[in-house]
Each structure stands twice: as structure tokens, then as C-alpha cells.
């Protein structure tokens, strides 16, 4: 460690930096990218005039996505050889240089269109290398040698948490054991931030591992879980209660505790700080083994509201098997994180810098949607096709200094429509799509609720309930981009699986929901009265061409929004390389995409 290359790049680019250049160029200067990723929302796609489809993709895409299906489009986009590609850029040059009366093929139609060719490669170009190689040199030694989690270790683990928390204690024993040897930082603790039900920090406990664990977690039924499968791990026993018989028959219980029968795991409880971390800490559960060799868990029920760790420091200092009441020594601590949602991972990666004791991080990232925006709405006006909404602007307007971007590089980046890079949240949700990893049932069924939440939009403005969105350019045109219409979305949400067996039970479900508004639920049902099953029947019929290029849209943006995860985990890795007192930093691949499409770890190692 490090790794050969500070970011998983494409073989297109020589070094960090130029891809760098070149992301920032492409993300602000793309204005179809700019559009998939942010500028267009699926609920305007039956509402919107003129025609959203139409309007964003080129007219020679749209006749060429007509002779296809969406398997064979989602082929082309994400599977089809980069070599070929290529290949059939070339050939269709060749054909229209030479002015030839044959056309190349593909799949026995025609060519996809060279501007289409070109915008797949571009998107694939940025878009970080996802692929997973586990015994790259990255991987200590030491961290290679240990097989599979024990099953009293990975107890409540399903398989994609079991292969997420099987390779990235592996990872994380061996970056600590190369700082070990390698930078002079002895890590002595390893802080979980959002430990959750603690499933990794319960690994990293137990054997071969043996790792001191903070687990800092906001909600107090997962601490409480959390420990119920310590026990099963083995990590501490059962407390053995004692009481006597003849009492008890008598209708009075004694709870006694014979100390000679409760043996010390690895993990007791004791403490109830109230000590705040980041402002605010409900208390403290200390969980500690006397035999300092063995694994242990201290767990903080905390709400992570910035990097400032100088709680959880004191709490490891006072830790109660410090002997004689002496304080412990600092800490030397290593921070990490397996999908810490939003802004959570930001504290993080920060609290390298804010704190001595922090020596290292280590995090994953997920849940973008929940990052908020630094930047604050735009002063200029973006090609978008979206109309300005009160959600939007509330959202965009937060100027947190917490949020996203988090580097000054893509903060202050100047670029034709003005400074900053900012992704609102429609770009951010689709971030966390897997488009590589959706199968064909998988795509009928979410085209098929995307398509009716659509058509429910349409059923909805033509009965007065929703407002018309604007037309482009249309008042202050300030507005971020990335909702729908004018006015509050309407949210209808999860539904019961009976409901997506037709439009018809999709409506009646969507409409008994939306009924439950407090504020708009009596107006709903009062302008929804006397609908038949027929009139929205009709509604499928004269709009079901459009399933298809609805279809086709949503691939489009889950697939141009890998870049957009790229950028944020790229600003990530740029927050720390602009620190001063970091000394390396990188991302690299954790986990297979297929099993865990949010595989990129951001690492960062003090001086």
C-alpha cells in the first residue's frame, strides 16, 4: 500500500489528474448528460409538453432504439466490448467516406448511431472501474490467509452482507497491519461509524482478527441487537441468573447474582456517559475484556453530527478495565465505514483531519440521495428541462457546509454556466442504481411501476389534482433541476404487490393512499370520484407506445449516472489529497459489483 493507481481509472488516461480534467470537462459541458443525470424527471415523461423523449434524445437515437428491445439497448450500453465499439465507429466512418450503398450492422439491424457510440464511450470513459480483484497488492498477506466467516460470527448476515463483511475485514486487518509496518501508526482502535447491528465491527472482534472496535450508532435497538449476537458470536456469555427455588414457588423471585457463576467475556457491559459526541450522545455502553489479546467492543450510542471525535477518545481513555483508575494513553484510531448513508461518510473522511488520535480512514460510501448540496441553488440558467420546484429549491438551498462537494477543486471549478459542480438529487438517487446487474424480470417489473407512476401523474393532472409543468425558460428560470411540475410532489410510494398486477389495481391502490394526505387527500378523492375501471383502462391503452421510450430514457440515466457516483467519490478522494496533513490516499474496489454494487472504498493515511 498504496495501491499502483491512486483511482480505479480507465486505460484511456495515463494518470489521475488528466481523468480528473477530463470528468469536470465532460460533467459541465455535456448538456445530454446534463439532462439524463439531473435535468429530466420519469413523472414529467406523460406530462411534460413538448414530448420530454422527443426533446432530450437525438431524433437518429430514437429511430434506431425503435428496432430494438430494451435487452439488446441495455446490451449495447453496458455489455457490448469496448473493441467493438470501437469497431463499429470505425466501419461506419469507412462506409461514409467511401459514400458505399451497404450499411454495417449490428445484430442484424442497423448500426447504432456514431453520436450514440461516442456518448456510450464517453460515459463508460469517467466512469471508475468497478472491477474487483481481491489479491491485487493491495491485500497484506496477512489479510489473505483467513477463510470464511465462522456461522456463529456471520449469524443475521444475508449472503451479500456475509460477502461485504467477509472481504472488507480482510481488507481492513491488512491495511492495518501494513500502517503497522510500513508508516509507524499502531492502530489500537477501530471506529465503525453507523455500526448498525454491528456485523463488521462483530468480525473484526472475533478471531483471527481480535481488533478493539468502537461501534458509534444512533439507534438504541440496534446497540441492543446488536448485543443479543454478541452472544452468539461468543464474544461474551449469557448472564447466568441465580435465584432460590423455594422462594420462587413462593411467588417471590430473587435475582442475586452469584458472582462466581458469571464468567467475563468479551464484552460486559457497564458506564452511562452522557458525555456528547458531535453535540449529541444519548450514552455510552461499554462493552470490555480483561485479556487485552482477545477482540472487544465498545458501544457509543451517538448521533454523528460532524468529524469531532474527542468524546469518543475520552470515552477509550476511561474505559472502565483501565487499571486503578488511570487514564489510558491516546488512542491511535482507524475510521471506517460499510455504506454509511449521505453525509455520514463525509464526518468521517473529516475526522481525520480533526482529530490526532484518527491516524487513517477507510470508508464506503451509499445512500447519495441523503448528501445535502454545499453550493446552494444556481445563479445562472441550466439547460434543463425541468420545471423549478419549492422541494428542489428547499433541497439545493441548505448551503450546508457538510455537503457535497466536498474538495475545493470541484467547489471552486469554473466552467462555462458558472463555478462549482453541483448534482441535485434526482442525479444523486440514480447514482445508486445497478444497471449492470438487473436481469430481465427485474427490468419488466421496475419499467412497469415507473411506467404507471407516469400514467398516474397524466390521470392526475388531467383531474385538476397536479399543476401543468412550465414550459422551458418560463418564469424566474432559477430553479434546480431534478422534480416535477410546479408546486409539492405528490408521493405515492410502495405499494402492496397486488397492486402492480394492472393499471387499474395500481390506480385504486395509488388513490386509497394519496386519500391519507392531510393537507390534499379529501380534494384527491372528491375529484377522483365516480372513475371507472374503464376510463383507466383507456388511460393504458392510449399511452402504452410510450412504455417503451420511458423505458429507454430510465436506462439511459441509471446508465450515464455512473459518472455521477464517480464524481462524489472522486470530490471524496480530492477532499483528502487537498489536506495537508494527509500522506496517501486513494479508492479502490472492495467488494463484486455483482454481489455489492457500492464497492469503492475511500482511503486516507495520516503523516
Given amino acids: 500500500m498504496p495501491v499502483k493507481w491512486p483511482l480505479p481509472l480507465s486505460s484511456d488516461f495515463d494518470d489521475a489528474e488528466a ?58 450500453l453496458m455489455r457490448e466490448d469496448d473493441g467493438l465499439l470501437e469497431s463499429l465507429k470505425s466501419s461506419i466512418d469507412t462506409l461514409s467516406a467511401e459514400k458505399q450503398g451497404t450499411k454495417s450492422t449490428w445484430r442484424n439491424g442497423p448500426c447504432p448511431p456514431t453520436s450514440l457510440l461516442e456518448y456510450i464511450q464517453a460515459i463508460r470513459r469517467h466512469a471508475l472501474n468497478r472491477d474487483f480483484r481481491p489479491l491485487d497488492a493491495s491485500a497484506a498477506p496477512s489479510s489473505t490467509g483467513t477463510g470464511p466467516l465462522p456461522r456463529h460470527v456471520a449469524v443475521g448476515m444475508k449472503p451479500k452482507k456475509i460477502h461485504e463483511v467477509e472481504k472488507f475485514v480482510k ?45 458509534l450508532e444512533s439507534k438504541q435497538h440496534n446497540i441492543n441487537e446488536a448485543k443479543t449476537m454478541d452472544i452468539t458470536a461468543r464474544l461474551t456469555e449469557k448472564e447466568k441468573i441465580m435465584c432460590n427455588k423455594k422462594r420462587y414457588r413462593k411467588g417471590s423471585q430473587s435475582t442475586n447474582h452469584d458472582p462466581d457463576t458469571s464468567q467475563p467475556g468479551n464484552v460486559q457491559s457497564s458506564s452511562s456517559s452522557q458525555a456528547p459526541v458531535n453535540g449529541d450522545i444519548h450514552g455510552s455502553v461499554s462493552q470490555a475484556n480483561p485479556d487485552e489479546s482477545k477482540g472487544k467492543i465498545q458501544y457509543l450510542e451517538s448521533f454523528i453530527q460532524n468529524g469531532d471525535l474527542a468524546t469518543v477518545v475520552h470515552e477509550i481513555k476511561c474505559a472502565p478495565n483501565t487499571p486503578d483508575g488511570m487514564m489510558k494513553p491516546d488512542p491511535q484510531l482507524m475510521v471506517i465505514s460499510l455504506h454509511s448513508c449521505g453525509n455520514l461518510l463525509h464526518h468521517g473522511l473529516r475526522s481525520l483531519i480533526l482529530n490526532p488520535s484518527v491516524k487513517a480512514v477507510a470508508m464506503v460510501g451509499c445512500c447519495y440521495n441523503l448528501v445535502t448540496e454545499r453550493l446552494g441553488p444556481p445563479t445562472y440558467k441550466l439547460p434543463s428541462l425541468r420545471s423549478s420546484n419549492l422541494r428542489l429549491d428547499a433541497t439545493s438551498s441548505t448551503c450546508d457546509p457538510h455537503g457535497f462537494p466536498m474538495s475545493e477543486r470541484l467547489a471552486m471549478y469554473q466552467h462555462q454556466l458558472g463555478q462549482g459542480i453541483r448534482l441535485n438529487i434526482t442525479a444523486r438517487m440514480m447514482a445508486v442504481q445497478a444497471p449492470e446487474n438487473w436481469t430481465a424480470t427485474e427490468c419488466e417489473s421496475f419499467f412497469t411501476r415507473h411506467f404507471y407512476r407516469a400514467l398516474l401523474q397524466r390521470m392526475l393532472l388531467d383531474h385538476g389534482i397536479v399543476e401543468k409543468p412550465t414550459q422551458e425558460g418560463d418564469g424566474d428560470g432559477g430553479g434546480p433541476r431534478g422534480w416535477t411540475g410546479a408546486g409539492p410532489a405528490l408521493t405515492v410510494g410502495s405499494l402492496r404487490k397486488v397492486c402492480y398486477s394492472s393499471f387499474t389495481a395500481y390506480v385504486r391502490g395509488a388513490i386509497t393512499k394519496l386519500a391519507d394526505d392531510q393537507e390534499r387527500g379529501i380534494a384527491i378523492q372528491r375529484r377522483m370520484e365516480g372513475l371507472i375501471d374503464e376510463d383507466i383502462s383507456r388511460y393504458e391503452d392510449d399511452f402504452k407506445e410510450k412504455k417503451k421510450e420511458l423505458s429507454v430514457v430510465w436506462s439511459l440515466m441509471a446508465f450515464s449516472a455512473s459518472v455521477v457516483e464517480s464524481s462524489i467519490v472522486v470530490d471524496r478522494w480530492l477532499y483528502l489529497k487537498e489536506q495537508a496533513e494527509v500522506r496517501e490516499c486513494w479508492v479502490e474496489t472492495v467488494f463484486d459489483y455483482k454481489q455489492s454494487p457500492r464497492n469503492l472504498v475511500v482511503v486516507g493515511i495520516k503523516k
Fill in 19 to 76: 481523468y480528473v480534467k477530463s470528468l469536470l470537462s465532460f460533467v459541465t459541458s455535456s448538456e445530454l448528460f446534463q439532462n439524463l443525470c439531473g435535468g429530466v424527471h420519469i413523472l414529467d415523461f406523460l406530462t411534460k409538453e413538448p414530448d420530454l423523449y422527443s426533446t432530450v434524445l437525438p431524433e437518429e437515437w430514437r429511430v434506431w432504439f425503435q428496432l430494438h428491445d430494451i435487452p439488446a439497448i441495455l446490451d449495447l
Fill in 171 to 215: 481488507y481492513i486487518n491488512g491495511l492495518t497491519a501494513d500502517m503497522d509496518t510500513t508508516d509507524g501508526h499502531k492502530i489500537t482502535h477501530i471506529v465503525d461509524f453507523g455500526s448498525g447491528q454491528n456485523y463488521l465491527g462483530r468480525a473484526l472482534a472475533s478471531p483471527p482478527y481480535n481488533k478493539q472496535v468502537i461501534a
